[in-house]
């Protein structure tokens, strides 16, 4: 049975040539979240937890456009390229921490929104549920929550795996070996939040994205 506490991200994170693919996606890579980016900013939410952060991709984003930013991933290196990605443009951020999705190290209802994406669909279901509780837990009664999941191509279909028992796909080999994907619909995404206010959904560009409210 696969464990769940980072080792494959942690593997992700320590590659060589880390530096340099940080600086290819920089340039190629252009901010793709404006939408909901305008959701935030029209329900006047300006302190966000990037969870999930990676190298700080998108924590730089929203840092630009005037968001107060903190941030957590599972991997140390992550969290460490996050810090340097900021301070490197001169961008004030509140905190990044290594922390689990599923045991946050963040204080109850600290966070006006959290932004996390394609983190819950790489566990196991039961393990998504438990980080989605502790993602509200973290926002502030009438907070915002944003999740995308990313949506299985025939690509993962076919790279060497085997399913577990709540279907998910769990990858044997390559730089895939110890990773996680749960095959998420829009269906059953919406099954996973019944009963949230949900603002937003879309299902394209391969991945199913959700903005709703926190109560």
Not at 48 to 60: I, K, S, T
Not at 113 to 132: C, P, R, T
Not at 169 to 197: C, F, W
Request: proline residues 2%; aromatic residues 12%; contains cysteine.
């Amino acid at each position: 049975m696969p464990n769940t506490k980072g080792e494959y991200w942690d593997f992700i994170w320590n590659q060589p040539g880390l530096s340099e693919k940080i600086k290819l996606a920089l340039t190629v890579k252009k901010f793709d979240k404006q939408r909901i980016l305008d959701i935030f900013k029209q329900e006047n939410k300006k302190i966000l937890c990037d969870a999930g952060c990676g190298f700080g991709l998108y924590a730089l984003y929203f840092a630009q456009y005037g968001f107060r930013v903190s941030g957590f991933d599972v991997s140390k290196t992550a969290v460490a390229s996050a810090q340097k990605l900021l301070q490197e443009n001169n961008l004030l951020f509140d905190s990044f921490i290594v922390s689990s999705v599923t045991k946050i190290s963040f204080e109850d209802h600290h966070f006006d929104a959290v932004f996390s994406n394609s983190v819950l669909d790489h566990m196991i279901l039961e393990d998504s549920k438990k980080g989605i509780a502790e993602l509200e837990r973290i926002v502030k009664k009438d907070g915002l929550l944003y999740l995308s999941f990313d949506m299985l191509d025939e690509e993962d279909k076919l790279l060497p795996h085997e399913i577990l028992p709540d279907g998910s796909y769990y990858y044997m080999q390559g730089n895939r070996a110890g990773m996680i994907l749960y095959p998420h619909t829009e269906d059953s995404v919406r099954k996973l939040l019944e009963g949230r206010e949900i603002l937003f959904m879309d299902s394209g560009k391969g991945q199913v994205e959700v903005v709703y409210k926190n109560r």
